[in-house]
């Protein structure tokens, strides 16, 4: 049986609670050419913007670096949240010492000088765990 379809105000609670606390997320791109990729990165969420980190030479960096759009996938298909971001490359040796400390406290992962830093702000945002959720799906920005 499917639970009753859960408030604006309850799917963004979960929102946020998911994006403070999952780790890692699908993040899809496009190249020029239309060829789509889609790789599982870890995140931070700021509260505003999430934040990737990956090395530059791979084809997310790259397709970002043409295009700056993202779309970010977090929670299983049951309890999804998907985003579009507008997406910024920012180089690791530039990032502010806090910032990559706490990348690599909630990740695990503390990238090397030549990685480079995303920083994804959303967009438009969607939640849902059932079809009774799909109608009301799209949440008020901003979130917090």
């Known amino acids: 049986m499917t639970a009753p379809a859960r408030t604006t105000t309850q799917r963004v609670a979960d929102t946020l609670h998911r ?11 496009a190249s020029p050419q239309g060829e789509p990729c889609m790789v599982p990165l870890s995140f931070l969420w700021d509260g505003a913007t999430l934040l990737f980190s990956t090395a530059p030479g791979n084809p997310t960096a790259r397709n970002l670096a043409v295009n700056g759009r993202a779309r970010v996938g977090v ?3 049951r309890d999804v949240v998907l985003i579009e971001c507008a997406v910024e490359s920012l180089p690791a ?3 502010a010492p806090d910032v ?3 990348f690599a406290a909630k990740t695990g992962f503390r990238p090397g000088p030549k990685y480079v ?3 994804m ?3 438009w945002v969607q939640a849902w765990r059932e079809v009774n959720e799909l109608a009301e799906r799209e949440l008020p920005q901003p979130l917090a």
């Open 117 to 119: 830093y995303l920083r």
């Open 121 to 123: 702000t959303p967009l």
């Open 100 to 102: 990559v400390d706490a």
């Open 75 to 77: 929670g299983p298909t």
């Open 19 to 29: 994006l403070e606390h999952d780790v890692d997320a699908w993040v899809a791109t």
């Open 93 to 95: 040796a530039g990032m």
